[in-house]
């Protein structure tokens, strides 16, 4: 017998992770299991989970997203279920959207996903969604699919691509999974229209003006582009060749639209970069905070200066250990 689950990543948002578990409970044909992975949360979260009687759920500390969805769906596969329903606490199911997907399914080897739609609006397409701009009722778009929110994976696909890498921790960590699905694997994938997730609007616009101090984001988006490279082109050289296009092409951003701070925001890209290439994917989002308010503040040449000496040592100094951040387990 087929069995359901829906799995909803959360942190710190324990407001909208109720909105998005009673969309949940309401839905027209009910998933067999709801779990939730609380990702470090330090809010009202905890307690309010420990009073649901139909939740499964799992503490850990905050490792973003990628680290989220890895336990979630590695629960999942170790507890036998057939069709994993993933979602983030920031959206919410529509009350048939289950309903629709399932009935739309022609094969476990393909990926699903419900039409992403803005929740303030609800009519267009939180993410680029080839040409529709504003939602067009059709039965499905085909080579479409934004993943976990609101996407369905039979558990023969991650048996056959494995886990999310939670690594990633933010920013990449469902893009790579993606790629890893449809580019190593061939498997394809589809977006039911039928079946509507609501989510808050998704942006990275770096046309305008951003700030060091609070991005910790930014850093994960830079130095896991390289992981996602890597997995889209099987050639290394291609994927190092990609990858410093996409940093060129960030930094001629920074010169372009950026107004204030544009060398210490050149010289704080150059950090996640320089983990990317040295193969570095330890830093916890809390040192990355830390870091952002301890270094990037008057000379930019101290975090360029550090950036060029870790990548030297871990190339071709392996046997000095550098120490540069605190052990998380």
């Not at 009519?123 to 929110?149: D, L, M, P, W």
């Amino acid at each position: 017998m087929e069995k359901v689950i829906a799995i909803v990543v959360s942190h710190n948002r324990h407001q909208s992770l109720a909105a998005c578990i009673n969309a949940i409970r309401s839905q027209t044909y009910q998933p067999d299991a709801i779990l939730v992975v609380n990702n470090g949360s330090a809010d009202y979260t905890s307690v309010w989970l420990d009073n649901q009687s139909d939740i499964i759920h799992l503490y850990q500390e905050n490792i973003g997203s990628a680290g989220g969805y890895h336990s979630g769906i590695a629960w999942a596969i170790k507890n036998k279920f057939t069709w994993i329903w993933c979602m983030d606490d920031e959206g919410y199911p529509k009350s048939d959207a289950l309903e629709m997907m399932l009935s739309n399914t022609e094969s476990g080897m393909t990926l699903y996903n419900s039409a992403l739609l803005d929740k303030a609006d609800k009519k267009s397409f939180v993410r680029e969604t080839k040409q529709y701009k504003i939602f067009e009722e059709a039965n499905v778009i085909e080579g479409v699919s934004h993943s976990f929110n609101g996407t369905l994976i039979h558990h023969s696909i991650v048996e056959k691509v494995g886990l999310p890498n939670n690594k990633l921790f933010n920013e990449g960590g469902e893009i790579e999974y993606f790629f890893r699905i449809t580019k190593r694997f061939n498997i394809p994938l589809k977006t039911i229209n039928s079946s509507i997730h609501y989510h808050k609007k998704i942006s990275l616009d770096f046309s305008k003006e951003w700030n060091i101090k609070s991005s910790v984001d930014l850093y994960y988006f830079i130095r896991n582009r390289h992981a996602i490279l890597k997995t889209i082109h099987s050639n290394k050289l291609v994927a190092l060749s990609a990858y410093i296009y996409f940093m060129m092409s960030f930094i001629q951003k920074i010169f372009y639209y950026q107004q204030q701070q544009k060398a210490l925001k050149i010289s704080f890209v150059l950090w996640p970069m320089m983990d990317a290439l040295s193969n570095n994917y330890a830093a916890h989002p809390d040192f990355v905070a830390k870091q952002i308010n301890h270094q990037y503040q008057d000379s930019f040449l101290t975090p360029i200066v550090k950036s060029f000496r870790n990548l030297f040592y871990s190339l071709f100094v392996p046997s000095i250990k550098q120490v540069s951040m605190p052990s998380y387990s």
